[in-house]
Structure formats: C-alpha cells, structure tokens
C-alpha cells in the first residue's frame, strides 16, 4: 500500500534532496518548501531514514484534512485509528507548525491534538499513552496551513543530522545534513582534492568521506519507527544488511586543517569513532599559510561569521587576508564559502561566480563560489551580498 511521507531539511536544499531521493528510489519527489515529499511503501520511508544525507527527519502521514478551529483540530486528530499505529505504553509529544494558520495558540493546538490522541486510546483500550516532552518514542508532528491540516509519525526520533558517530563537538557547529548538501552543491567528486582549512568538529570532510565510501548515515543509530506497530523487524533487518552493502573502500584525497590544535584534534577523534581517521591528511595552520595539494580541486570552508561588534571588527581585517590567500596559493581550484556575514563578499575582494541562498538552522547565509584562474579577480566592493 501507497503511503506518503515528508521529508524536511534545511531551507535551501529542496533541489539536492529531491535529487538525492530520487537515487535513493523515490519516484517524482515533490519539492516544496523546506522539505520534499513523496509517496511510495512504508519501506521506502525506512530506507530514505537510512541512508538521506539531507533529511532532517522523515514524517509518515496519517491524516488529513479541513479545519477551522481548534474542536475541528480535535475532531480530525480523533478521527485517527492511533492504537493502530502505537501500543498505549509509548510516550508522545505533539509539535504544531503553522503558516497562515487562523489559530491563536499552536501551544493550544498541540494541547488539543494530545487530547484527542488520548481520548481515542482511552476510548478504544481504557488507557492513554503518557507524555514525554524531552525524549519521546512517538512523536507527532501537526502542520497546518490556512485551511488544511496534515498530521504526521515521526519515524526519525532524533533528528537525522545526529549521525551517532561523532565524539567530540565545538560550540556553533554545523549541522551533518547541510554541510553533506553543501558538498552536493559543490558538485565535488570523490576522486577529487578536498580541502577544509578550518575544518572544526571535521564535519564537512566525514561528510565527504562518509559519501565517497558508501557508508549510510544511519547504520549507528536507532529510530522512531522501531516503536510503531507497523514495524517489522525481518524487514528492516534487511534493509540495514542492504545499507551495509552499500560501503565501498575507494582512495580519497582529503586535507583537513585548522588554526586551533584543538579544532584538529576534536575533527580527528570525530573521524577516528567513524573508523576513517586515515582518510585525512591533518595538519595544524592558518589558511594563509596552507598551499594547495594539488593542481585543482575543491576548498569548502565555514570561518565564523560577524555576529558581535568586536568579532566583526576583527573579521574585517581577517576577510582581505583570505582572500589574497586564495589568490595566491589555490589557484585553479575552485572555493566555496558559506558565510552569514554580509560583508565577507566585499571584504574578500574576489568575484563570486555563484551565489546560493542557505539557511543555518534560523540563520540566513549565502554559499558563495570562487573560481580561483590566474590573473586579476578583484571586483567592485559596492556588489551586494
């Protein structure tokens, strides 16, 4: 039987996802507004769990339909066959999104939806499943727009960009999913020369190596699905044996680098809890320092962005730097920067050939390309982010 799913993601990537779903064996994934979806087996729904590199969770459907009020909500929510879906021992939460929505409170909304779920258990079994705010093993999600609602299982849990690999972590870290959609919007191919020259936590490049090798991003962890009755444990036996198949051991060409020993330390222990510490060449410099390892390849980097008045203030000095730097020592590459600060382009002082619009959870930023050729690059610096 047909069933249909959601698919969420960072905004911005809905093209790279709808892509990726389609090599995964979603057939006409629908592209929409931070996120896709797509009908298909609820196994298909568990694979795409598996093995997404973009996916933020994946949300099976189990309800639809019209509302304008909160009792309507109600109403629609109870309408549900729930112990079909749970056993009444499992812990829930409800999380209500909206746009153009009529209704005052989505606290309130969420509220009435959690009472219709126990209502309609309490009334088929004599009992209702308890609340779990913080870790709970089902998890439904309600989005409502102006005059429609769709009411969704979770079958993720813990959002998909939690890989279950990495040990150690850095403040403002970027999250797994965005940077293996960046590495896809680079165009960047596994035989190919990668460079992180601030790499952090190390998250683009085990997101480079994780791909290159085939390794499915969700063999290390556990999902909400588990908890549904619905779930067959043969078959998804078998679709993890399918995912583990898929790991291949081919070279790679991966530097990874950073000013703080610490940073490389943090990246190299994340790689190592992945078994592919030894597919990076580590080192500890600046980015002005670093020369490239070869004749053409791909730079990707994340530096930190402007948000306070000092940092931006030292920013401002340090943007120029980069700049020469990729100039001088990376030409014939090509460099891709994700960066929130607006004045990073006319800092800088090169000509981005491509400009991609990307959100940092809440935070607007621009993936912006630079085609390092010989000869002058400098552009206007009133050209606009």
């Given at each position: 039987?047909?069933?249909?799913?959601?698919?969420?993601?960072p905004r911005g990537l809905e093209?790279?996802?709808?892509?990726?779903?389609?090599?995964?064996?979603?057939?006409?994934?629908?592209?929409?507004?931070?996120?896709?979806?797509?009908?298909?087996?609820?196994?298909?729904?568990?694979?795409?769990?598996?093995?997404?590199?973009?996916?933020?969770?994946?949300?099976?459907?189990?309800?639809?339909?019209?509302?304008?009020?909160?009792?309507?909500?109600?109403?629609l929510a109870r309408d549900i066959?729930?112990?079909?879906?749970?056993?009444?021992?499992?812990?829930?939460?409800?999380?209500?999104?909206?746009?153009?929505?009529?209704?005052?409170?989505?606290?309130?909304?969420?509220?009435?939806?959690?009472?219709?779920?126990?209502?309609?258990?309490?009334?088929?079994?004599?009992?209702?499943?308890?609340?779990?705010?913080?870790?709970?093993?089902?998890?439904?999600?309600?989005?409502?727009?102006?005059?429609?609602?769709?009411?969704?299982?979770?079958?993720?849990?813990?959002?998909?960009?939690?890989?279950?690999?990495?040990?150690?972590?850095?403040?403002?870290?970027?999250?797994?999913?965005?940077?293996?959609?960046?590495?896809?919007?680079?165009?960047?191919?596994?035989?190919?020369?990668?460079?992180?020259?601030?790499?952090?936590?190390?998250?683009?490049?085990?997101?480079?190596?994780?791909?290159?090798?085939?390794?499915?991003?969700?063999?290390?962890?556990?999902?909400?699905?588990?908890?549904?009755?619905?779930?067959?444990?043969?078959?998804?036996?078998?679709?993890?044996?399918?995912?583990?198949?898929?790991?291949?051991?081919?070279?790679?060409?991966?530097?990874?680098?950073?000013?703080?020993?610490?940073?490389?330390?943090?990246?190299?222990?994340?790689?190592?809890?992945?078994?592919?510490?030894?597919?990076?060449?580590?080192?500890?410099?600046?980015?002005?320092?670093?020369?490239?390892?070869?004749?053409?390849?791909?730079?990707?980097?994340?530096?930190?962005?402007?948000?306070?008045?000092?940092?931006?203030?030292?920013?401002?000095?340090?943007?120029?730097?980069?700049?020469?730097?990729?100039?001088?020592?990376?030409?014939?590459?090509?460099?891709?920067?994700?960066?929130?600060?607006?004045?990073?382009?006319?800092?800088?002082g090169l000509k981005a050939s491509?400009?991609?619009?990307?959100?940092?959870?809440?935070?607007?930023?621009?993936?912006?390309?630079?085609?390092?050729?010989?000869?002058?690059?400098?552009?206007?610096?009133?050209?606009?982010?």
């Amino acid at each position: 039987m047909s069933e249909r799913f959601f698919v969420p993601c960072p905004r911005g990537l809905e093209g790279v996802l709808a892509q990726e779903l389609a090599r995964l064996g979603v057939e006409r994934p629908e592209p929409a507004s931070a996120g896709v979806g797509f009908a298909g087996e609820f196994a298909l729904g568990a694979w795409v769990n598996l093995t997404s590199r973009i996916a933020t969770r994946v949300l099976w459907q189990v309800g639809e339909g019209d509302y304008r009020n909160e009792d309507e909500l109600y109403r629609l929510a109870r309408d549900i066959p729930w112990p079909r879906h749970f056993a009444v021992e499992c812990t829930i939460r409800v999380d209500v999104r909206a746009q153009r929505s009529p209704l005052r409170s989505l606290e309130f909304a969420a509220l009435r939806v959690k009472d219709a779920v126990c209502d309609r258990f309490r009334a088929q079994l004599g009992a209702r499943p308890s609340v779990d705010t913080v870790a709970p093993q089902v998890r439904l999600w309600v989005f409502l727009q102006e005059r429609r609602a769709r009411l969704y299982l979770d079958l993720s849990g813990e959002p998909l960009y939690r890989r279950g690999f990495k040990r150690s972590t850095v403040a403002a870290p970027l999250k797994e999913n965005l940077a293996a959609g960046i590495l896809m919007l680079t165009g960047w191919r596994p035989e190919e020369p990668l460079v992180d020259p601030m790499c952090g936590s190390g998250t683009f490049l085990l997101e480079a190596a994780m791909a290159a090798r085939g390794i499915a991003p969700g063999l290390a962890r556990g999902f909400a699905l588990e908890n549904l009755e619905n779930f067959d444990p043969a078959q998804w036996r078998a679709l993890r044996q399918r995912a583990k198949a898929l790991r291949r051991d081919v070279p790679l060409r991966l530097w990874g680098s950073d000013v703080d020993p610490a940073m490389v330390a943090a990246a190299r222990d994340n790689l190592a809890a992945a078994g592919l510490e030894e597919a990076v060449h580590w080192q500890v410099a600046d980015v002005g320092e670093l020369v490239a390892p070869a004749p053409e390849g791909v730079l990707v980097a994340n530096p930190p962005y402007g948000v306070r008045l000092d940092e931006a203030q030292r920013l401002a000095a340090w943007y120029p730097r980069l700049g020469d730097a990729l100039k001088r020592h990376w030409t014939g590459w090509r460099a891709w920067i994700l960066t929130a600060d607006p004045e990073l382009p006319r800092a800088i002082g090169l000509k981005a050939s491509r400009r991609v619009p990307l959100f940092n959870g809440a935070l607007e930023c621009r993936l912006l390309e630079y085609r390092l050729v010989a000869g002058p690059m400098r552009r206007r610096t009133s050209t606009p982010l």
